[in-house]
């Protein structure tokens, strides 16, 4: 006599969208190279840490019958720390008054959310600056 055990198990697929609201206040800790330099064009690159601080934070999850969202906001770390670097095309205007172009990439080291908490997320960013440089 032999006897088979099988398992069985039914899962029920959904998709949802999670929305995330944070604020964040970043003090950065970097340095500058200037690679190359001419009479009025510079080019730099800049590389480091950020130490952010949450100032605010809300995360919007669909329940499971995606009726209704639940609202987490307890469950951020108030200290996270990323890495920043950036590239940086400069213009002299004038003697003291340069145009600046300068895209930079962010990453977050670690989740913004607590260890016991069930999910994990590092966000990440990239962008562009553009604007004027003032020397004094």
């Known amino acids: 006599l032999k006897i088979d055990t099988i398992k069985t198990?039914?899962?029920?697929?959904?998709?949802?969208?999670?929305?995330?609201?944070?604020?964040?206040l970043s003090l950065p800790i970097t340095?500058?190279?200037?690679?190359?330099?001419?009479?009025?064009?510079?080019?730099?690159a800049?590389?480091?840490?950020?130490?952010?601080?949450?100032?605010?934070?809300?995360?919007y999850v669909p329940n499971a019958n995606n009726t209704d969202l639940i609202v987490l906001s307890n469950n951020y770390n108030k200290v996270t720390l990323s890495y920043m670097a950036s590239l940086a095309l400069e213009y002299k205007l004038k003697e003291k008054i340069s145009l600046l172009i300068?895209?930079?990439?962010?990453?977050?080291?670690?989740?913004?959310?607590?260890?016991?908490?069930?999910?994990t997320q590092k966000p990440y960013s990239y962008g562009v600056n553009i604007g004027l440089r003032f020397r004094f």
Do not use: C
């Not at 198990?9 to 604020?23: L, Q």
């Not at 340095?31 to 730099?44: F, M, N, Q, T």
């Not at 800049?46 to 995360?59: E, Q």
């Not at 300068?102 to 670690?110: E, G, L, R, V, Y």
């Open 9 to 24: 198990s039914i899962t029920k697929k959904y998709e949802s969208t999670k929305v995330d609201h944070y604020s964040f």
């Open 102 to 119: 300068q895209p930079n990439a962010n990453f977050q080291m670690s989740s913004v959310y607590n260890r016991s908490f069930y999910l």
């Open 46 to 59: 800049t590389a480091g840490a950020k130490i952010n601080l949450l100032l605010n934070g809300k995360t």
């Open 31 to 44: 340095v500058s190279y200037i690679i190359w330099r001419r009479e009025k064009i510079a080019l730099s």
